[in-house]
């Protein structure tokens, strides 16, 4: 699923359901002695849906089940089944009551491991994995890639306009906004049996894709990377990328990463220069000890690296 927040309120597209559900929400923050204390607690939640709207849902499709019939004779619930979702949540964190959103327009299609992401009021649902002929898993993954805006004033479901240019459909990538633009990187497709690590940029406005080739090296094709901004600078963390020597990786022929990268939108003067003397391969024998210090860093690939044994994700 994908969590976003803006002012009181935090608006939650649900991907799918196995039968088990959390409740929960830790956060909270405490000051005291003009010092910031962070600290986590268990929060009461409270919930005006039910599970009586999760098959209601599907009665909505019965033009659909027939694609069912040889896999599940019966169409089961989503809350028993393994089943992708669309649904808009909405949590009130000033009285930390979760509402199921009665959403106007054409819906994005059921997917899960997508990013759903905040510009203004209104939430840019990008990517994830669904299936060709419904909310169940047939083993015919499709791959959107086309921009879904759901408005958060409205409650609705807005069409969207054409788009000449657009990065292949993925899954398990990072999205976040940056002055009022959209940047999606990395993620997978199963269907290719790609990993990418190409940077897209998407305006809301001329609703329109560009692709972004920043300077510097930047990370190997990767999934599930956590990304955050921080002012000008995104800082990348680990991932999950194919093994690159036999026998490193686990029985899916996959390992995850513990490297950090920077994304710098406002490179200083000083960045620049260090990327250069990297690129053209410049003496660094006369620079200051603390410069040839980060240039080394800057140049150093993380050994910190061990398999994982899930492939979905």
């Not at 840019?124 to 879904?148: L, M, Q, T, W």
Request: glycine share 6%.
């Amino acid at each position: 699923m994908r969590l976003y927040g803006r002012l009181t309120s935090m608006f939650l597209m649900q991907t799918r359901t196995n039968g088990s559900h959390q409740r929960c929400l830790e956060w909270s923050q405490e000051r005291e002695m003009g010092t910031q204390l962070v600290s986590w607690q268990r929060a009461c939640l409270s919930s005006e849906a039910t599970s009586s709207w999760l098959s209601n849902k599907l009665e909505g499709h019965r033009e659909r089940r027939d694609s069912f019939e040889e896999k599940w004779p019966s169409p089961p619930s989503c809350e028993v089944a393994d089943c992708f979702s669309n649904d808009i949540h909405k949590l009130d964190t000033t009285n930390m009551m979760w509402t199921l959103i009665s959403a106007k327009g054409t819906p994005a299609r059921w997917r899960d491991f997508h990013s759903a992401t905040i510009i203004g009021t209104k939430m840019y649902v990008f990517g994830g994995r669904a299936d060709r002929f419904g909310p169940f898993h047939s083993n015919n993954e499709i791959y959107c890639n086309r921009i879904k805006v759901f408005d958060t004033e409205t409650n609705s479901w807005l069409d969207s306009p054409p788009t000449p240019v657009l990065p292949e459909g993925r899954r398990s990538h990072s999205a976040f906004s940056y002055n009022g633009e959209l940047y999606v990187f990395g993620g997978y497709n199963a269907r290719l049996n790609r990993h990418f690590h190409d940077l897209w940029k998407f305006n809301p406005v001329s609703f329109s894709w560009r692709k972004i080739e920043p300077k510097g090296k930047g990370p190997c094709p990767r999934r599930r990377q956590c990304c955050c901004r921080v002012g000008d600078k995104i800082i990348l963390f680990g991932g999950t990328s194919p093994s690159p020597e036999e026998g490193m990786g686990d029985e899916f022929d996959l390992m995850d990463h513990s490297d950090l990268y920077i994304l710098d939108f406002s490179p200083s003067l000083k960045t620049l220069c260090k990327l250069a003397v990297i690129q053209y391969s410049l003496d660094q024998s006369c620079l200051p000890h603390d410069i040839r210090w980060e240039l080394t860093a800057m140049t150093t690939n993380s050994t910190i690296s061990r398999p994982i044994v899930s492939s979905q994700g």
